[in-house]
């Protein structure tokens, strides 16, 4: 986190850039989790933190992916990388 931090502070262009490509980033995580709660329920019920071999449900899930995503906006709040 320092280097991105001293990297904006160095030339403020650059959190231009990184914003739209951080945001992406984590779309793609929500993209991929999802794919993988379709596609393999063992990994998905890992990903959830249950027990490996079935038995999560969509609220796991999507308490999951609430947590990616605050935890994605914290980061981005403390790069300055918010808009």
């Known amino acids: ?3 991105v931090i001293a990297a904006i502070e160095a030339d ?4 231009g850039r990184l914003a739209p490509w951080a945001r992406r980033l ?3 995580a929500i ?5 993988v709660a379709v596609e393999r ?12 071999g079935g038995g999560w449900d969509l609220a796991e899930l999507g308490r999951m ?16 990388l918010t808009g």
């Open 12 to 15: 403020p262009s650059v959190a």
């Open 65 to 80: 992916l609430t947590r990616l995503t605050e935890a994605h906006a914290r980061r981005m709040q403390r790069l300055g």
């Open 1 to 3: 986190m320092r280097t």
């Open 41 to 52: 329920d063992a990994l998905a019920s890992l990903i959830v933190g249950g027990q490996t």
């Open 26 to 28: 984590v779309g793609e």
């Open 31 to 35: 993209a991929q989790s999802q794919y």
